[in-house]
């Protein structure tokens, strides 16, 4: 199994639409985790933290299996403004204070259309 | 707005010359930042871990004195791509954390697209 694996898409979904990205990580001692939106040639920036309870964020939803060592995002009402990658980001181990143990999935292209 | 700033955004060189790449966390101090190098429709990889006062970490296959990185302050960490080459065209990306803690997300600059003819 890759230490993160996601789907590439592309999802191609109408507005209003409610889309669900799917993750899995392969190390069982992660302790972090996060996802990420990256729009097209831009740097990623943090859309929400994900917590073993289960977070939401507005229209974001975010869950975490960790038995099954996955993670899901839920959009709802999708709107074109969603558009971009979305990465899903697992830290490698469970070593306290270095964030660079962080493992980038390649990310789920979401296309909006109208 | 923008807590880590980078600059520059892009970057054309030819073959041979070295960039410098700048990296400022702007409203915090980070003893600590990541460069990260990303290729067309590949995920972010982390390069190397800049260290304030001392020697930067480098990644397994990432050539330490190819990429030079050098963190002299709290708020700057720069890294010089030295006798650049086509292979080495890239989007670089660096990072900070507010926090030290695990679970700290991470910010990012606004990369640099690096070219080289």
């Known amino acids: 199994r890759k230490e993160v694996e996601q789907d590439p898409g592309p999802f191609n979904v109408p507005e209003g639409a409610t889309v669900a990205f799917n993750c899995t990580y392969s190390?069982?001692?992660?302790?972090?985790f996060f996802w990420y939106r990256q729009d097209c040639r831009k740097e990623p920036k943090l859309l929400m933290s994900v917590y073993s309870s289960g977070n939401e964020d507005g229209r974001f939803t975010a869950q975490l299996n960790r038995a099954s060592q996955y993670i899901s995002l839920l959009i709802r009402d999708s709107k074109l403004s969603d558009s971009a990658t979305y990465l899903c980001?697992?830290?490698?181990?469970?070593?306290?204070?270095?964030?660079?143990?962080?493992?980038f999935g390649k990310g789920t292209k979401l296309s909006v259309k109208p | 707005g923008a807590v880590v700033s980078q600059h520059p955004s892009r970057v054309i060189c030819k073959s041979g010359t070295s960039v410098k790449i700048e990296c400022r966390s702007l409203d915090f101090q980070a003893t600590t930042m990541f460069w990260y190098r990303q290729f067309p429709k590949q995920s972010l990889m982390l390069m190397a871990t800049?260290?304030?006062?001392?020697?930067?970490?480098?990644e397994q296959g990432v050539e330490k004195d190819k990429f030079l990185i050098n963190h002299a302050s709290l708020t700057l960490s720069t890294l010089t791509v030295t006798s650049a080459h086509p292979e080495d065209s890239s989007f670089y990306i660096c990072?900070?954390?507010?926090?030290?803690?695990?679970?700290?997300?991470?910010?990012f600059g606004n990369g640099t697209r690096l070219t080289v003819t």
């Open positions: 190390n069982s001692a992660s302790q972090s």
């Open positions: 980001v697992v830290n490698k181990d469970n070593y306290g204070g270095s964030q660079g143990n962080l493992i």
């Open positions: 800049s260290n304030e006062g001392s020697k930067a970490t480098y």
């Open positions: 990072s900070a954390s507010r926090s030290a803690a695990y679970n700290s997300p991470l910010h």
